[in-house]
């Protein structure tokens, strides 16, 4: 089999549609439409509706939900793909291009967890009522888990996206809660757990690896601080009421993040508000 595989070269069947996220979330005709629905209750566009908060009283939120679901269900075969693809793609050593065996064991044991969370996933979406293929697919979680430094692919995919998934777990499992849905609430947490598990491996990793290499780590940390900012969703990750994915602190601990760390994402994602602000503000009408 293939080793070091492009991210091109992965393979869907015909009820999966592919987008560019980068290019989705720096299309400027986003910011006219979340402009022309700032401040409308209920109304504007499908898109735009779904990048936000996600309460009881507002009635996009059952779509908000499924276009998560839709999303997390994507990301779990990505990840499941990507953690095959670590253990499958490097040798045994010490050199930048092999890894050590207990890490081939920990991706296996990722890659058992990631099939797991395909089969809650799929059952959630249906219970929620979601088909396959309803929302587009983001190749950007296999396209870092291709990259050839180890290294990068911890900090980008178990740090950076897996750690996105310790948020998006917390807020829908939150969103259980409150709508009284006991199995979203279920299947959150039950996934969150193993998420805990993935980021934690990352972190330790990491840690192990560069200890000796503190230009590596410092080239990691840069690759995963720019995963963080194009996965805030223009500052829809945060720790204010009104974010569309509340930052995890707590299991973001857990996972071996530190108080600055954490604080960093914070800032990345006000960042990121304040740059879509500004594009909102100058954007034309998409009217």
Known sequence: MKKQMSADELARDSRFKRVDMVETINDPRNAAMASDNKGAKGGGNRQSRLLGSMKPEIPETPDRARGLMHGIFVGEIQALEGAGRTCWDFE????????????????????????????????????????????????????????????????????????????????????????????????????????VTHVKMGSDWLRKITVDDPDRRARALEFQRIVDKLFSFGGGRGEDDESAIRLARRFRELAGFTTEEIDEIRDIGIEAREEMEALMANAPSAS
């Open 92 to 195: 045994v050593g010490k050199s930048d291009e092999e890894v050590p065996f207990e890490l081939k064991l920990d991706m296996a044991r990722q890659c058992w967890d990631e099939s797991r969370h395909c089969e809650i996933s799929v059952k959630l979406s249906d219970w929620m009522g979601t088909e396959i293929g309803e929302f587009a697919e983001s190749p950007f979680l296999f396209q870092a888990a291709c990259n050839p430094d180890p290294v990068l692919r911890l900090t980008g995919v178990n740090r950076g996206l897996e750690g996105l998934a310790i948020d998006v777990f917390t807020t829908m499992k939150e969103l259980g809660e409150k709508t009284g849905d006991p199995v979203l609430e279920f299947c959150e947490d039950w996934m969150l757990a193993d998420e």
